[in-house]
T-cell receptor
Framework: QKEVEQDPGPLSVPEGAIVSLNCTYS??????FMWYRQYSRKGPELLMY????GNKEDGRFTAQVDKSSKYISLFIRDSQPSDSATYLC????????????FGAGTRLFVKA | GAVVSQHPSWVICKSGTSVKIECRSL??????MFWYRQFPKQSLMLMAT?????????EQGVEKDKFLINHASLTLSTLTVTSAHPEDSSFYIC??????????????FGPGTRLTVL
C-alpha cells in the first residue's frame, strides 16, 4: 500500500464547476498537508498548506484535512480554464525524518 | 515569494557523457535542497536530500556514484548525472526548504530540467 493515494484522473469539468480533489494516506504521523499545482513541463508551485485537521480557505481554493479518516481534499470554486493542471497532494511529519511524500497527482481539465 | 531557479531548463546529450544541473535559491538561503525525478504523468520521486556542507542522503535504489550531488553553499546545489544513458532521460526538479519552526517542511520548487540522453 502506498503511503499516499491519489486518483490520477484525468478529471474533466466545465468552466464554473466546483472541483473536488482528494487524497488518502496511511501514516498517522503526517501533520503537514500541502497541495501543489503543476503545469505541464514546469515545477510544482505551492497552493496551500494546512497543519493538522481543519479547513483553510484562500480565494477560490479550500483545503480540508480530516486526520481521523486520513483524508484530505482540495476544492476549487468557479473553476477556470487556467486551473487546468496537475494537482499534487503532499504531506510530511515526524516519520523518522521530515520527508515530504507526494501523491501521484490528479490531472484536471477545465473546459471553456 | 521564495524563488528557486534551475539551469539548464533542458539538455540533450550523448550516451556516456556527464551532465550537470544547477539549482539556486535566489532570494533566500536554503540549508536543505531536494532533488526529484519525474517521469511523464507520474509523481515526484525523491532522489536525494542535499544539506549544505555535508554529504547528500540518497533514497533507496538511487545510485550515489551515478547521481553526484554537491551543496557547496547555502544558495547552490548541483546534480551531476555521470555516464548518462537513455534510461536517465527524465524531468529533474530541485526544491529548497524554508524551515518555519522545527517541524514544517515547506519546499519551493525550481522549474525543472528536462534531460534527454540519445
Amino acid at each position: 500500500q502506498k503511503e499516499v493515494e491519489q486518483d490520477p484522473g484525468p478529471l474533466s469539468v466545465p468552466e464554473g464547476a466546483i472541483v473536488s480533489l482528494n487524497c488518502t494516506y496511511s501514516n498517522s504521523a503526517f501533520q503537514y498537508f500541502m497541495w501543489y499545482r503543476q503545469y505541464s513541463r514546469k515545477g510544482p508551485e505551492l497552493l496551500m498548506y494546512t497543519y493538522s485537521s481543519g479547513n483553510k480557505e484562500d480565494g477560490r481554493f479550500t483545503a480540508q484535512v480530516d486526520k481521523s479518516s486520513k483524508y484530505i481534499s482540495l476544492f476549487i470554486r468557479d473553476s477556470q480554464p487556467s486551473d487546468s493542471a496537475t494537482y499534487l497532494c503532499a504531506m510530511s511529519g515526524n516519520t523518522g525524518g521530515f520527508k515530504t511524500i507526494f501523491g501521484a497527482g490528479t490531472r484536471l481539465f477545465v473546459k471553456a | 515569494g521564495a524563488v528557486v531557479s534551475q539551469h539548464p531548463s533542458w539538455v540533450i546529450c550523448k550516451s556516456g557523457t556527464s551532465v550537470k544541473i544547477e539549482c539556486r535559491s535566489l532570494d533566500f538561503q536554503a540549508t536543505t535542497m531536494f532533488w526529484y525525478r519525474q517521469f511523464p504523468k507520474q509523481s515526484l520521486m525523491l532522489m536525494a536530500t542535499s544539506n549544505e556542507g555535508s554529504k547528500a542522503t540518497y533514497e533507496q535504489g538511487v545510485e550515489k556514484d551515478k547521481f553526484l550531488i554537491n551543496h557547496a553553499s547555502l544558495t547552490l546545489s548541483t546534480l551531476t548525472v555521470t555516464s548518462a544513458h537513455p534510461e536517465d532521460s527524465s524531468f529533474y526538479i530541485c526544491s529548497a526548504n524554508i524551515g518555519a519552526g522545527a517541524n514544517y517542511n515547506e519546499q519551493f520548487f525550481g522549474p525543472g530540467t528536462r534531460l534527454t540522453v540519445l
